[in-house]
Nanobody, 122 residues
Framework: QVQLVESGGGLVQAGGSLRLSCAASGRTRSWLAMAWFRQAPGKEREFVAAISWNGGSTHYGDPVKGRFTISRDSDKNTMYLQMDSLKPEDTAVYYC???????????????WGQGTQVTVSS
């Protein structure tokens, strides 16, 4: 089993920045593909960004392209999401996900964290 724990969420004003972290523990493997998803109240879960096991491939959802940056530190089994130029519509619970295999932009991940709340005020 793989355990994922998100941190770094909080309240920020529009235009501000936050950095989310996702720490993996348990039977972690360096070849895990990892991703961030988010879900706002009353809306479906939405793909945010994904990164391949070696960090060589990254993918972003259209709403966050050019503003968010995904990265990972395999030595620390930790993934990050740097969020800049935040907008009120970025307000959501952000979830970390991991899977063994190639990176995916759909919810085909077998391991999920509990989520961290991000609130952007206008």
């Amino acid at each position: 089993q793989v355990q994922l724990v998100e941190s770094g969420g909080g309240l920020v004003q529009a235009g501000g920045s936050l950095r989310l972290s996702c720490a993996a523990s348990g039977r972690t493997r360096s070849w895990l593909a990892m991703a961030w998803f988010r879900q706002a109240p009353g809306k479906e879960r939405e793909f945010v960004a994904a990164i391949s096991w070696n960090g060589g491939s990254t993918h972003y959802g259209d709403p966050v392209k050019g503003r968010f940056t995904i990265s990972r530190d395999s030595d620390k089994n930790t993934m990050y999401l740097q969020m800049d130029s935040l907008k009120p519509e970025d307000t959501a619970v952000y979830y970390c996900a991991a899977r063994i295999g190639p990176v995916a932009v759909t919810s085909e991940y077998g391991h999920w964290g509990q989520g961290t709340q991000v609130t952007v005020s206008s």
